[in-house]
């Protein structure tokens, strides 16, 4: 597996190819964020750090705007059928850069709420609910975190003798 950051301008044909990826999504998933032509999604994507997720091919997108100090807000794409476990795997690799390179605070991103699958990868990878949700027509997107501390301290123990409550993030003493 290999990771690289992808430049809007040199690799607008992978952009096209993430595009038709979402047009394979259900017409619920695209409808939400509004976006209907690929310009409108590029435009978009050039305002954001975009890294490929290759194999022999590319196979995912994952994207990460700014919205805020340290904060960032993380979207994936990818081609149907990747496995889950090399999704896992380049999530995970990508998420030391950004916590420890990029001076990242958290990182969420949104998830719909009755997709399983995508819930047990944001898990996986020590992303949690935090209790913001938003319905959009018959979909409801649960909104999935993970700040700097549990990534220093997956199991929830900080060694000031606090725990850390997983869902909510929360100490308590």
């Not at 301008?9 to 409808?31: H, M, N």
């Not at 795997?89 to 998420?95: F, G, K, S, V, Y």
């Not at 020590?126 to 959009?136: A, K, M, Q, R, S």
């Amino acid at each position: 597996m290999r990771l690289r950051v992808l430049h809007p301008d040199r690799d607008e044909r992978l952009f096209r190819q993430a595009w038709k990826w979402r047009l394979a999504y259900p017409r619920l998933v695209r409808q939400w964020d509004g976006l209907k032509h690929y310009r409108q999604w590029f435009a978009l994507m050039k305002r954001r750090v975009s890294v490929g997720v290759f194999s022999n091919h590319l196979f995912a997108i994952v994207t990460f705007r700014p919205d805020g100090e340290g904060i960032f807000e993380v979207h994936v794409d990818c081609e149907r059928g990747t496995e889950a476990s090399d999704l896992l795997i380049a999530l995970l690799n990508i998420e030391q850069v950004v916590f420890k390179e990029w001076g990242a605070t958290e990182i969420f991103g949104a998830v719909i709420s009755k997709h399983c699958g995508i819930l047990q990868i944001a898990a996986a990878c020590g992303f949690h609910p935090d209790g913001v949700t938003e319905t959009v027509g018959r979909l409801k997107w649960v909104r999935v975190s993970k700040s700097y501390v549990h990534y220093q301290y997956p199991e929830g123990y900080v060694p000031d003798n606090e725990y850390i409550w997983q869902s909510t993030g929360s100490r308590v003493a």
